[in-house]
């Protein structure tokens, strides 16, 4: 099993950027796609990228194509999230998760259809 632990979240301004981390321990994280997603106050969680095992392919969701963009470093078990132009609805609680089919990441709906989460980072942007 891995086990995953998202850093760098914060308070940011409109406009302002932020990078997100995901360090997986454990099962490396190279055997397994990675997704973001977020969970803005009030609301379900949402999808926001993911990105195959070997980095070569990503797709985002609407609301994050063109000002973010997700990575990953297997040599160092961490994926990233590059979040740029960030505007107050973007404010939300960030997860990532480890998932082994890339192109059923986007539907994850449920916690036990990824095979880990990490615990989250707070992400608040003001206006």
Known sequence: QVQLVESGGGLVQAGGSLRL???ASGRTSSRYAMGWFRQPPGKGREFVAAINR????????DSAKGRFTISRDNANNTVYLQ??????????????????DFWSIA?????????????GTQVTVSS
């Not at 979040?83 to 082994?100: F, I």
């Not at 539907?107 to 615990?119: P, T, V």
Request: aromatic share 12%; proline share 2%; hydrophobic share 35%.
């Open 21 to 23: 981390s995901c360090a």
């Open 54 to 61: 070997s980095g070569g392919s990503v797709y985002y969701a």
């Open 83 to 100: 979040m740029n132009t960030l505007k107050p609805e973007d404010t939300a609680v960030y997860y990532c998760a480890a998932a082994s």
């Open 107 to 119: 539907n994850i709906r449920r916690l036990n259809e990824a095979d880990a989460w990490g615990q």
